[in-house]
């Protein structure tokens, strides 16, 4: 028996110094990306690059029911500002290694080495999901169309992460 597509609730956030509603592209490719899929837009913030401003939003929307999947654009680079990894991997009950990994090894075919400077990564906190990307377009193409979005339908084989997100239908 084929499974039916369960839409979830997905809120998303870039973490950024610079970018405002206008020049965040990833962000909004993200966010269309989620809607086009079937799911749900629950929220898009832009936040500074603290640590503590982002572990405040990504604290709440794990806190609240209403949010299935969190997806992050930037912060994950090696420059002093960096700080999404620092930020929201403490708030994990369960990391998803395979998500860095995968996403690493998919980019090297794109930019080649220089994705060893990437610390995209994922992980589990509360019954959401949460996959932290780069802040470039490209690397959020490449996040949600090779990895995140089969991974957020409940249709796709043999495993995904909606049975974990909203129970077994």
Same mark, same amino acid.
């Given at each position: 028996?084929?499974?039916?597509?369960?839409?979830?609730?997905?809120?998303?956030?870039?973490?950024?110094?610079?970018?405002?509603?206008?020049?965040?592209?990833?962000?909004?490719?993200?966010?269309?990306?989620?809607?086009?899929?079937?799911? @749900?837009?629950? %929220?898009?913030?832009?936040?500074?690059?603290?640590?503590? &401003?982002?572990?405040? $939003?990504?604290? !709440?929307? *794990?806190?609240?029911?209403?949010?299935?999947?969190?997806?992050?654009?930037?912060?994950?680079?090696?420059?002093?500002?960096?700080?999404?990894?620092?930020?929201?991997?403490?708030?994990?009950? @369960?990391?998803? %290694?395979?998500?860095?990994?995968?996403?690493?090894?998919? &980019?090297?075919?794109? $930019?080649?080495? !220089?994705? *060893?400077?990437?610390?995209?990564?994922?992980?589990?906190?509360?019954?959401?999901?949460?996959?932290?990307?780069?802040?470039?377009?490209?690397?959020?193409?490449?996040?949600?169309?090779?990895?995140?979005?089969?991974?957020?339908?409940?249709?796709?084989?043999?495993?995904?992460?909606?049975?974990?997100?909203?129970?077994?239908?």
């Amino acid at each position: 028996m084929a499974k039916s597509f369960r839409p979830l609730s997905i809120s998303i956030l870039t973490v950024s110094d610079t970018r405002d509603a206008e020049t965040d592209t990833s962000g909004k490719f993200l966010a269309e990306s989620v809607e086009a899929a079937g799911h @749900k837009l629950f %929220e898009k913030i832009i936040a500074k690059d603290d640590i503590y &401003s982002i572990r405040a $939003i990504i604290s !709440s929307w *794990i806190a609240n029911s209403s949010v299935n999947a969190i997806i992050t654009t930037g912060g994950t680079g090696f420059y002093p500002r960096d700080v999404t990894p620092e930020a929201i991997s403490p708030l994990f009950d @369960k990391p998803i %290694e395979g998500f860095g990994e995968l996403f690493r090894a998919i &980019s090297y075919e794109e $930019i080649g080495t !220089s994705t *060893i400077q990437s610390r995209a990564f994922g992980g589990m906190a509360n019954k959401t999901t949460i996959f932290c990307l780069p802040g470039s377009q490209n690397a959020c193409k490449t996040g949600w169309n090779k990895i995140i979005a089969e991974q957020l339908d409940s249709r796709s084989k043999p495993c995904n992460f909606v049975e974990h997100l909203l129970g077994p239908e």
